[in-house]
Each structure stands twice: as structure tokens, then as C-alpha cells.
């Protein structure tokens, strides 16, 4: 069954720092990109991050840049969100998820979408 | 970055309904739009890709279309299980956004 499983949530102060896990099972984590999503209590979806197979691109929101970092361990199938100096406005719900390529007709690029999900883990600043 | 704007914000409609959401992209964006549908206290679910292509798995009553900057996701024939919030998102620059969701209410 492919699944992913997030953990490492909590409550933190403001200024602090967590470090949110994602475990994958199921597929071929080295085939895919993936991705971190949040939402905060009440709110709407947030894309947060994403990260290439290899590791050698990665993408921040404005709002998360020089104080997240994505990585990934392939060797363990795991996913990685590093948060710093955390703010109230970090408090939320975090996915990750498998990012699904579908080649598009221009040469190079990619429809990308989200196509598996964890079921999140909280993370309150406060 | 490019801004994702949804309509409406919520909508009441009963079962057997046809119900039309609609998401523009403040610039064109190829039809690079996803939708999602997410039910209270779970993760969002992916229902269309690449602004028309039904997710594998996902009931054929969900359509979308679109092209340019405004793009639409139809349900034909509204069930039960449907009542939730829906979601565009765009992934044609490396920052992606999503549109602030319309929720879905039973009438």
C-alpha cells in the first residue's frame, strides 16, 4: 500500500525550532519529487516546499524562505521539513506529498499535482 | 507570484445538483491546474490534473476544463460524499499556489 506517514509535530515556542518527518512506503521514493503543504486551523492550503528525487532543486513559499529547509534521505525513504524561528503564523497542519509527473506537450516540462497525501501533523507555535 | 482566485467561496446545493466552481490565475497559466477535494479533518484528495485529466480512482461525475487564466471544475450530479471544500492550485512557475477553496454545503 503506498502511504505516507508524518511525525515530529508539537508545540513550540515562538522562535523555536521543529523538525517535521515524512515517511514513505509503497513505491519508489527515488521516483518521485514531493512536496510540503500546510494549513492552518480554519484556513486554506498553503503549499510550503518541494524537492526534487536527487535533491538538487528545491522551492520555498516567500514566507518559509531562510527559515525551512526541505531535504530527503533516499536511503530511508524519508522526507524532511527543518522549521527555524518559528512564529505563530506557522502554526498548522503539515502534508507531505508524492509529487505525480505527467509529461506536457512542450519538450522539458511537466503537469505536476499532488497525488498522495499523509494525513499531517500538527504543529502549534505558541 | 501568480494569485489563484476562486468562486464562489462557498455554495449550498442539494444531492442530484450540478454544481460549477470556477478559479482564475491573475496570468495565464497553460493549463497547468490541479484540483483538490478536502473533507473535514482529512487530507485533500486530487481529483483533476493538468485541468481536465480525471485522477485515476476518482468518480467520472468530476469534470474540469479551462484554458488561459480561468478554469472550472463541475460536478454532475452532486452525491452525498460530495459535500466538502474543493481546491485549485497552479504549478506552472516553481511557486505553486492554491486558490482559497470554496466550500460545499449541504441546502
Known amino acids: 500500500e503506498v502511504q505516507l506517514v508524518e511525525s515530529g509535530g508539537g508545540l513550540v515556542q515562538p522562535g523555536g525550532s521543529l523538525r517535521l518527518s515524512c515517511a514513505a512506503s509503497g513505491f519508489k521514493f527515488n521516483n518521485y519529487r514531493m512536496t510540503w503543504v500546510r494549513q492552518a486551523p480554519g484556513k486554506g492550503l498553503e503549499w510550503v516546499a518541494n524537492i526534487k528525487q536527487d535533491g538538487s532543486e528545491k522551492y520555498y513559499v516567500d514566507s518559509v524562505k531562510g527559515r525551512f529547509t526541505i531535504s530527503r534521505d533516499n536511503a530511508k525513504n524519508s522526507l524532511y521539513l527543518q522549521m527555524n524561528s518559528l512564529s505563530a503564523e506557522d502554526t498548522a497542519a503539515y502534508y507531505c506529498?508524492?509529487?505525480?509527473?505527467?509529461?506536457?506537450?512542450?519538450?522539458?516540462?511537466?503537469?505536476?499535482?499532488?497525488?498522495?497525501w499523509g494525513k499531517g501533523t500538527t504543529v502549534t507555535v505558541s | 507570484d501568480i494569485q489563484m482566485t476562486q468562486s464562489p467561496s462557498s455554495l449550498s446545493a442539494s444531492v442530484g445538483d450540478r454544481v460549477t466552481i470556477t478559479c482564475r490565475a491573475s496570468q495565464s497559466i497553460n493549463r497547468y491546474l490541479n484540483w483538490y477535494q478536502q473533507l473535514p479533518g482529512k487530507a485533500p484528495k486530487l481529483l483533476i490534473y493538468a485541468a481536465s485529466s480525471l485522477q485515476s480512482g476518482v468518480p467520472s461525475r468530476f469534470s474540469g476544463s479551462g484554458s488561459g487564466t480561468d478554469y472550472t471544475l463541475t460536478i454532475s450530479g452532486l452525491q452525498p460524499e460530495d459535500f466538502a471544500s474543493y481546491y485549485c492550485?497552479?504549478?506552472?512557475?516553481?511557486?505553486?499556489?492554491f486558490g482559497q477553496g470554496t466550500r460545499v454545503e449541504v441546502k
Open positions: 506529498a508524492r509529487i505525480k509527473e505527467v509529461p506536457a506537450s512542450e519538450i522539458y516540462y511537466y503537469f505536476y499535482s499532488m497525488d498522495v
Open positions: 492550485q497552479q504549478t506552472f512557475t516553481n511557486l505553486w499556489t
